[in-house]
Nanobody, 120 residues
Framework: QVQPVESGGGLVQAGGSLRLSCVVPGRAFSMWDMKWYRQAPGKEREFVASIGVTSRTSYADSVKGRFTVSRVNGENTVYLHMNTLTPKETAIYYC??????????????WGQGTQVTVSS
């Protein structure tokens, strides 16, 4: 299967904002839940945000009120708007598709991710 393609990362100062994008090639994009994860150096990959097939959203407690996830089904794209970033959020950010209403990955693999670096 074709991997998700994340983009939009970069270097930003603490308190700054970024918008990440993720394109998932293929059919039936609207049928999948889409989730963002991140992995900091030396740490496990952790959940950040999700958006379901009905556009219902869910966030990790640490990002609530600062991050917003959205999707454009006609473009096979999911976005993650990140505000008030902190240095501890420096990580590689990944997205992927999941079977609706479950934690079951609907893809064979993860993409390359996009690096977000927040300087103090």
């Amino acid at each position: 299967q074709v991997q998700p393609v994340e983009s939009g990362g970069g270097l930003v100062q603490a308190g700054g904002s970024l918008r990440l994008s993720c394109v998932v090639p293929g059919r039936a994009f609207s049928m999948w839940d889409m989730k963002w994860y991140r992995q900091a150096p030396g740490k496990e990959r952790e959940f950040v945000a999700s958006i379901g097939v009905t556009s219902r959203t869910s966030y990790a407690d640490s990002v609530k009120g600062r991050f917003t996830v959205s999707r454009v089904n006609g473009e096979n794209t999911v976005y993650l708007h990140m505000n008030t970033l902190t240095p501890k959020e420096t990580a590689i950010y990944y997205c992927n598709k999941f079977r609706a209403g479950t934690d079951r990955l609907a893809s064979d693999s993860w993409g390359q991710g996009t690096q977000v670096t927040v300087s103090s």
